[in-house]
């Protein structure tokens, strides 16, 4: 339903006062919600943050309540019918012979996938919801072990710490691969795969799981995990091209709607290593080089979650070192005269909320991601925290902001950490950052499911651009290409470094 209102303004006919309410509200909103960032990194008090919740859930209400209302007097609304659901034909008729769509359901006593094809549609009977979450736990907690940091570890536990997750990846994984794709493996030949995840499902990355259809052992001498017949752990995506989507009629909607869009006239904008601090040694024209030749640690990733401030009562977030590096390597495949380049102070909020961004068919943000698990629809993506005097300023662009944006993109990348992460594992499907991008235009959105290692996604960014750019493949298939490439350095060998990037939308 969003995909098909998607193409649709709203705002067109309605009461001026009607519009600038909802402007005003969402303004309300980013300023209350940039309070409490600031209110929880202090500590500040509990009847503080309280009344400031109350608040916010009360401007969240009332914002919602504007957009039904700009949406029952929108002339366009009224014209534009409900969508009847999909038929099964019309769904096949967007698959192509080397395509299979798989679509699952999980439920109380049983879950299923239905596998469908140009020509054909076939269910499987799969384990319960809560099996198959216990599963998912598992695989997930091993694969992103490590982006946990413990204060009171040597680097020696660490290393073990390490090593007992990425054997136990392995064996939690061949055995949620068994639950989820071996009724299916039949179906799956060498052919690019469509995820219509459900519940938990929706945060594991297909892409590191396996068809694995003999018992499994792992070895003695090697640690390696086998099948009784001999074979070696195989990764998905080294035989699959995958791609996920939000629902099997979604392709057919946004295919529909985005039919005959004028291409963007520009090739790339690269959002990237934005100002936090006033702190900041660009602040004094001192710019220091980013060392990237540093080691890479688990503190080097680009996810906020908790806050803290300095002591001039700014927030305290961290610069990340490798996304001026992604940035440049990124942009020297693109086509040199028609790219944006925007760094530092010239990375934020406003260049993000104008239009400048619609003139590009691709839009990279590298930077971090923040999380508000309690309201996702607050959850933002980082860009510069204060001006070129020093003085802070909005840099929080949001989800709410980010539906109302105009963005024909072929491909938006979220280079910033678990921004594909919604609210409720348990099946309210995505909520994040990515239905807000596909809602404003976007063809295809690649978000991450984990806390990302700062130089490995610039690894992964600089292949995906130039197999996009330079070798000329679709985004789906330069995503996948990128990911082998990885797979295969010893030093990103675990899919904790190239599997947390998924794709969402249109392979084509």
């Known amino acids: 339903e969003l995909l098909n209102e998607s193409h649709v303004d709203f705002r067109q006919g309605v009461e001026p006062d009607l519009v600038k309410r909802e402007r005003e509200i969402s303004q309300l909103l980013n300023a209350k919600a940039q309070r409490q960032i600031q209110l929880t990194a202090r500590n500040g008090s509990k009847q503080e943050i309280d009344t400031l919740n109350k608040e916010i859930s009360a401007l969240e209400d009332e914002y919602q309540q504007v957009q039904v209302a700009i949406r029952k007097a929108s002339p ?15 769904i096949q008729k967007q698959l192509d012979p080397n395509t299979v769509l798989l679509e699952y359901s999980l439920g109380d006593e049983r879950s299923y996938v239905w596998a469908v094809t140009p020509n054909s549609l076939k269910s499987y009977e799969l384990a319960k919801r809560d099996e198959i979450q216990a599963k998912v736990k598992q695989v997930y907690d091993a694969l992103t072990a490590r982006s946990v940091v413990k204060s009171i570890e040597t680097p020696a536990q660490r ?22 794709l071996d009724p299916v493996s039949s179906e799956l030949g060498n ?16 892409a590191a ?17 086998t099948t009784d ?20 009629s979604a392709l057919a909607v946004q295919r529909r709607n985005l039919e005959n869009r004028t291409v963007a006239p520009r090739s ?4 990237a290593d934005p100002v936090f601090s006033s702190n900041d040694s660009r602040l004094t024209k001192t710019v220091k080089v980013a060392d990237t030749n540093q080691e890479s640690t688990a503190d080097d990733t680009r996810i906020i979650e908790h806050l803290s401030t300095n002591s001039s009562g700014g927030l305290t977030i961290s610069r990340l070192p490798f996304t001026r590096q992604e940035a440049d390597q990124i942009l020297a495949v693109a086509p040199s005269a028609s790219n944006l380049k925007a760094v530092d102070f010239r990375a934020t909020r406003s260049l993000a909320m104008s239009d400048e961004l619609s003139k590009y068919r691709y839009v990279h943000f590298a930077t971090h991601g923040y999380l508000d698990s309690a309201r996702p629809d607050l959850s933002a993506i980082v860009l510069s925290l204060v001006d070129q005097q020093g003085k802070p300023q909005d840099g929080f662009l949001r989800s709410h902001d980010i539906f109302n944006l105009k963005l024909p993109a072929e491909l938006v990348v979220l280079s910033a950490c678990e921004t594909g992460l919604g609210k409720d594992v348990k099946g309210e499907g995505l909520v994040g950052l990515t239905r807000g991008f596909m809602y404003a235009g976007a063809r295809r959105v690649t978000v991450s499911l984990w806390n990302v290692n700062d130089k490995a996604t610039a690894t992964l960014m600089t292949n995906l651009y130039a197999g ?7 985004p789906a298939a330069a995503l996948r290409a990128a990911q082998i490439e990885m797979m295969r350095s010893k030093q990103w060998t675990s899919p904790y470094y190239w599997a947390a990037f998924v794709m969402q939308g249109d392979w084509k």
């Open 76 to 90: 366009a609304y009224a014209a534009l019918t409900q969508p009847q659901p999909l038929e099964l034909q019309d």
């Open 159 to 180: 290393q073990d710490r390490i090593n007992e997750a990425d054997l136990l990846f392995q064996q939690s994984a061949a055995e949620l691969s068994k639950q989820v």
């Open 191 to 206: 052919k690019r795969i469509v995820v219509v995840a459900d519940g938990a499902l929706q945060y594991i990355p297909f």
């Open 209 to 225: 799981l396996s068809v694995v259809s003999s018992p499994l052992s792992v070895a003695k001498n090697t640690g390696q995990l």
């Open 229 to 248: 017949n001999g074979q070696k752990y195989r990764p998905l995506v080294l035989d699959h091209e995958l791609i996920t989507l939000p629902s099997a």
């Open 268 to 271: 790339l904008a690269v959002i």
């Open 468 to 474: 996009i750019l330079k070798v000329r493949k679709t």
